[in-house]
């Protein structure tokens, strides 16, 4: 297979642990014989700085002529300290998805034997797992209408959904249940929003076209808490773009950091894969930041484009690097790999098919290692 892929590295941390991704990526093609070509465009506070825009035209455009999107971070700390700005990195994303049609965002949950001891949340509690958030992404309050007075005292977002972006999402979810455990838990407010008691209504229905998938419904601010008390209950979890964002980076801890969380992001014509984690200026050229949830989301590209053979292979080689403790200090503080050691183990443990070994704790790379 070739595939042509619109690299937006972004800002902070993004180019780092993009470049990592790109390694694996590449590893993977010289294995099993894919040709992946990648083109690199501007996005966020670097794109403001290049361009004067977010998301300059020929980024949008490169993104329309390429068959998908590998995405690093957005942000900077300039931007973080001053809410009054009206250019933001963040604009440039949001622009992408509305331009894109990526109505939905799909995030893989999931506690890593290896690092139990890494999360904050009891061992017995979180064991065992392993759950996918679905998350619209083209609608709700992000995208609603947002006023201000001239006095700056008042503030209003425009939380909107129609049916059809209800139902996109839904079907996606549905389908994906049949695959893994058949239960969809959908998460709303609709005790107190009519935007909650629409998706309450149409994924209610939906849901009868589905006889062999469960549905259960769930108010979020009891959502929030159960992801943490008990979340082996939950298989995929449907729900809006606000609620989404918040409990799926609350869902994070479960693995032990940020650092792990990868994301799809889906249309019906293009995609773009992307860690969830922010830009983590304060890492940003110190070889400290954790790679991993940028090559996880390879391994989603993979399955997107139907390499589930190499998207396991992808995955197989990080759970080799936690449980060889190759890994950033994030999850060993004592650590003595960064950034490029772990992805280098990670693309070097693809080319030599697992053939690698260990020497006073530092790994010997394999015979060629992929930039």
Known sequence: MNLKIAVLSGDGIGPEVTLQAKKVLLAIGQVYHHEFTFDD????????EKTGKPLPKQT????????????????????????????????????????????????????YPKLMNSSPVKKEVIQGTDFVVYRELNGGMYFGE???????????????????????????????????????????????????RLWRKVVTKIAAGYPDVTLDCMYVDNASMQIIVNPRQFDVLLTDNLFGDILS?????????????????????????????????????????????????????????????????????????????????????????GTNEVGDFIANYILNDGDLYFKKDFVQLGQSTIV
């Open 41 to 48: 465009a501007y996005i966020g506070a670097i794109a403001i």
């Open 60 to 111: 949008l455009n490169l993104c329309r002529n390429t068959d998908s999107i590998l995405f690093g971070a957005i942000g900077d700390p300039i931007y973080d300290k001053n809410p009054e700005a009206k250019v933001r990195p963040e604009q440039g994303l949001l622009q992408l998805r509305k331009e894109l049609g990526l109505f939905a965002n799909i995030r893989p949950i999931k506690a």
């Open 146 to 196: 947002k006023t201000t007075n001239k006095e700056g005292t008042y503030a209003s977002d425009l939380c909107e959904y129609n049916e059809e972006e209800i139902i996109k999402i839904t079907h996606l979810a549905f389908k994906a249940a049949q695959e893994r455990r058949k239960k969809v838990t959908l998460v709303d407010k609709a005790n107190v929003l009519e935007t909650s």
């Open 249 to 337: 980076d609350e869902a994070s801890v479960i693995s032990g950091s940020i650092g792990l969380m990868s994301s799809a992001s889906l249309g019906e014509k293009y995609s773009l894969f992307e860690p969830i984690h922010g830009c983590y200026s304060e890492a940003k050229g110190k070889n400290i930041a954790n790679p991993i949830a940028s090559i996880l989301s390879v391994a989603l590209l993979l399955e997107h484009f139907g390499l589930i053979t190499e998207s396991k292979k992808v995955i197989e080689s990080v759970e080799k690097a936690i449980i060889s403790n190759v890994v950033t200090v994030d999850l060993k503080v004592d650590s003595q790999f």
